[in-house]
């Protein structure tokens, strides 16, 4: 079936660090790949997104490249800093039916002074 | 513009005992979803609204879980009664097309 594999957590960086999630997914079809992100007390957020091969969403200095050699939509960060802390989720959708999001378990990013 | 309003934000519940989350979506989207969150997992579907009308529903637990959306705007979602591993966070979603999701900030619920 469809699902995502994420990197498990938890995560603990210094500030300026360079970050890495990586996520892998098995799917049906096409997916439309996308990152979202959960800070402390709030809602899930969309980070970023892809909808094709080779597509590459960016946000908030956040990037991932959909890889669909290696079926991969990994997450990267050049220099982390203290506000990044939170907890970063992939998920796909299938471009097709119900259009639901399928999640990853989700990887704890914590960034300390 | 207004978000996913949900309520209430927490609740605490015998187990046997019944419970009920309200969702409001964001004005004019049609499409609603009520997702799952156990700790350490991801969010899991629920049921999917497209205005009143169940999209999907393949993975609620229709023995003891019901959810509906009348008039196509606020949804209510029911446990009833509720079980030990029905402890999670419920998740609220609305959409006006995919990639439009908006969640809210959920509701904590935890059976003891």
């Known amino acids: 079936g469809d699902s995502v594999t994420q990197m498990e957590g938890p995560v603990t960086l210094s500030e300026e660090a360079f970050l890495t999630i990586n996520c892998t997914y098995t799917?049906?079809?096409?997916?439309?790949l996308f990152w979202y992100v959960q800070y402390p007390g709030e809602g899930l957020q969309l980070l970023l997104k892809?909808?094709?091969?080779?597509d590459k969403g960016s946000n908030k200095g956040f990037e991932a490249t959909y890889r669909k050699e290696t079926t991969s939509f990994h997450l990267e960060k050049g220099s982390v800093q203290v506000s990044d802390s939170a907890v970063y989720f992939c998920?796909?959708?299938?471009?097709?039916?119900?259009?639901?999001?399928?999640f990853g378990t989700g990887t704890r990013l914590t960034v300390i002074p | 513009e207004a978000g996913v309003a949900q309520s209430p934000r927490y609740k605490i519940i015998e187990k046997r005992q019944s419970v009920a989350f309200w969702c409001n979506p964001i004005?004019?989207?049609?499409?609603l979803y009520w997702y799952q969150q156990i700790l350490g997992q991801g969010p899991k579907l629920l049921i999917q609204?497209?205005?009143?009308?169940?999209?999907?529903d393949s993975q609620l637990p229709k023995d003891r879980f019901s959810a509906e959306r009348l008039k196509g705007v606020d949804s209510t979602l029911k446990i009833q009664p509720a079980k030990l591993e029905d402890s999670a966070v419920y998740l609220c979603?609305?959409?006006?097309?995919?990639?439009?999701?908006?969640f809210g900030s959920g509701t904590r619920l935890t059976v003891v």
């Open positions: 609204f497209q205005n009143n009308g169940v999209v999907d």
């Open positions: 892809a909808t094709k091969a080779d």
């Open positions: 799917a049906t079809g096409y997916p439309s």
């Open positions: 979603a609305s959409s006006l097309a995919l990639y439009g999701y908006t």
């Open positions: 998920a796909l959708s299938l471009q097709t039916g119900a259009n639901n999001l399928f």
């Open positions: 004005s004019g989207h049609a499409t």
